[in-house]
């Protein structure tokens, strides 16, 4: 039987890591071994999880941020598989199950998800609100990170041979990675929801103009990584920087900087002047100025 290795950062999550642990243990496919790497945390989590969970290895660090935490799990992991879960998520049962059955020769997998938690009604689907895919998926990788890290099935070498997670990133580390892997491994993909992934008041807190330098970096390092030649590079950075610029204008929207958000849909509509939908995302930005 394959072996596999589950990696669980924590940084302050006593309240609900103790689910994402028991959706763990009640895998239908035995796992090899679980791990959490408590970053630096100020609550009780770690005391929490050793006499709850004496069973699971924990390792402790000062507090260096999710990538070192992760990266730190997957040097430890023995198993030849990884899975990671973040410590507010919950796997379904058949997690495991369905995505070693369906590998296909790949190796890596990710599956559907489910939303749950603050505002939601537990029913909406990441397929609802995202395109998911497998096979060779590098270049829609490229335009949207449609992979959960919760989702992730993964060989041990091949995160090795990537480098793990870039722990000097700020941000997007873990799009930055899967297209690392992307670029030269086909992935399994389950359209099941098989994680449930929790949303938090603070989940959406993000800064748009913060966000999109990293973007635009990220782009721009995984454009080299593109076979093919120059029309075929432009083609999908110009792509690739629209739809970064369109999910800029609704995390500004949502922040109530409805300027960035007037500058980002524009910046978007200029890479793909041929989309009628950002003409209409457009409008409804600048309507929306003149009336509030």
């Known amino acids: 039987m394959e072996s596999v290795s589950v990696i669980i950062p924590c940084f302050n999550s006593q309240a609900t ?53 992760r990266n ?27 995505q070693f059955e369906k590998l296909e020769g790949c190796k890596w997998s990710h599956t559907n998800s489910f939303y749950f938690g603050y505002n939601q009604s537990g029913d909406t689907k990441r397929s609802d609100l995202s395109s998911l895919k497998g096979g060779n998926v590098f270049d829609a990788l490229l335009t949207e990170n449609f992979l959960g890290t919760s989702t992730i099935l993964v060989q041990r ?53 913060e966000v999109y330098p990293y973007h635009r970096q990220l782009i721009s390092y995984a454009i080299t990584k593109i076979k093919g030649g120059y029309l075929r590079q432009s083609t999908l950075k110009r792509k690739a920087l629209s739809k970064s610029n369109l999910i800029c204008s609704y995390i500004a929207e949502d922040g109530e900087d409805y300027n960035y958000a007037i500058t980002c849909a524009l910046r978007s509509l200029y890479l793909q002047p041929l989309k009628i939908s950002l003409y209409k995302r457009l409008i409804s930005l600048l309507l929306f100025k003149v009336t509030k």
């Open 157 to 209: 070498d091949v995160l090795l041979k990537s480098g793990g997670f870039d722990e000097s990133m700020r941000a997007l580390e873990d799009w930055k990675l899967w297209l690392d892997i992307a670029a030269d491994f086909p992935i399994s993909y389950i359209s099941a929801p098989l994680v449930k992934y929790r949303v938090t008041p603070g989940s959406a807190s993000r800064n748009a103009r």
């Open 72 to 98: 730190v799990g997957i040097q430890r992991a023995t198993g030849m598989w990884v899975a990671f879960l973040d410590a507010d998520d919950v796997w379904l049962p058949e997690k495991l199950s369905h």
């Open 17 to 69: 890591i103790g689910d994402a642990i028991q959706s763990v243990i009640n895998q239908t496919f035995p796992v090899h071994e679980i791990i959490v790497v408590d970053d630096g945390s100020t609550d009780n989590s770690a005391n929490f999880v050793s006499e709850r969970f004496p069973m699971v290895t924990l390792i402790k660090q000062a507090n260096m941020g999710v990538s070192k935490a």
